[in-house]
Structures are given as C-alpha cells and as structure tokens.
Antibody, heavy 120, light 107 residues
C-alpha cells in the first residue's frame, strides 16, 4: 500500500514537500517513482529513484526544481518541490517499480494521489 | 525522449463488444511496454507488462501484443467495469513515457 501526503494550495514560486508511506512489501528492494496528472489530462512521469538512491532521474520539466529522496528505514519516499509553477498543478502519485531494483520498469502499485494546487 | 502515440483518443462501444487500442512508439522499444487502466478519481492500475504478459489478477479478456514500435491492447467481451481510460507506457529507455490515453465510453 502506498499513501501520499503533503499536497495542498501553494503560491507560485513557493515550495512543497510530498511524502509517500509504503507498507506491505519490502520497500528497500524496489525503485520508486512520482507520476503526476493535471486535472483532466494524461499521465506524466516526474521522477524516479533506485532502491539504494544511487540512480535518480527527473523529467526535463522539473529538473533543477524538484528533488526526490527516500528513507528506507522509514519506508518512505519524498518529493521536494521548489519554485512551483502553475503548470505543476496536478495530482501526484507515488508508484512502485514492478522489478526489483530496476529504475525503468512497469509500475505495479500506485497510491491514491495527492493534489498540488499552485495559485496566488 | 521516446514519444508514445495512442489511437483512437476516445471511442464508444457496447458491453459484449471486442475492442482494440493501438500504441505506437517513436522508436523501437522491443517489448518494454505496459498498459494501464484508470477509472475516474482513481489511480492507474497495471494491466499488462512486457507487451503481452497479464498482471496478476487481471481478467483474461484483456490481452496485449506487439513488439518494436507497434502495440495493441484488446478487450474481448467488454464488461461494464471496463469503461475507463487506458494508457500505454514505454520503459525501454529513460525517461519512461506514457501515451496520451484512450478513453473508452459506453455507447
């Protein structure tokens, strides 16, 4: 099970930190991802992190502004979002890689999503 | 980044119909393709991976095929719970990318 938190209303240019609490599987065996979906739009991969944090990737649209991290001792995934823009407004989903340790993999478990609204 | 293009973007069908959704990659991705189903207000659900392998628990009326650049998701004998939006995703190369989605509506 994956449960996101930390979403909410934030002004453009401000920061927000999302969290994802994982349970029901061995968290530190799997790469994890953030995927977002603007209201009424399609899915956009945002960022991914390998099981040991050695491999990290970002979409070009968020590179330099967002930082993904994980704490395996706490079974938790994070997304620090800085310099937020109107186009970052979306539901943010935490998702688990299906394959052990592989950063690029199908995503076989998703959280319910947390909504980030960027508006003044 | 590899571009994934789905067709059609939306269409309507009736329960009991057989439907096919296509997904085309802008370059070859072998069979590194997944299909997801998303219902309104819900998270996506993995249906198929490796182009044709059904995820555990997914009904056998769903099937995937293809390799290289052209892929299909077929649903035989549509059920009411199958009306949803479907997305393809390539995981052949970084960054992983999704198709724009195909919305399947009840006729």
């Amino acid at each position: 099970q994956l449960v996101e938190s930390g979403g909410g209303l934030v002004q453009p240019g401000r920061s927000l930190r999302l969290s994802c609490a994982a349970s029901g599987f061995t968290f530190d065996d799997y790469a994890m991802h953030w995927v977002r979906q603007a209201p009424g739009k399609g899915l956009e991969w945002v960022s991914g992190i390998s099981w040991n944090s050695d491999n990290i990737g970002y979409a070009d649209s968020v590179k330099g502004r967002f930082t993904i991290s994980r704490d395996n001792a706490k079974n938790s995934l994070y997304l620090q979002m800085n310099s937020l823009r109107a186009e970052d407004m979306a539901f943010y989903y935490c998702a688990k890689s299906k394959v052990d340790g592989l950063l690029t993999s199908p995503l076989d478990s998703w959280g319910q999503g947390t909504l980030v609204t960027v508006s003044s | 980044a590899i571009r994934m293009t789905q067709s059609p973007s939306s269409f309507s069908a009736s329960t009991g119909d057989r439907v096919t959704i296509t997904c085309r990659a802008s370059q070859g991705i072998s069979t590194y393709l997944a299909w997801y189903q998303q219902k309104p207000g819900k998270a996506p659900k993995l249906l198929v991976f490796a182009a044709s392998t059904l995820q555990s628990g997914v009904p056998s009326r769903f099937s995937g095929s293809g390799s290289g650049t052209d892929f299909t998701l077929s649903i035989t004998y549509l059920q009411s719970e199958d009306f949803a939006t479907y997305y393809c995703q390539q995981y052949y190369s970084f960054p992983p990318t999704f198709g724009q989605g195909t919305r399947l509506e009840i006729k």
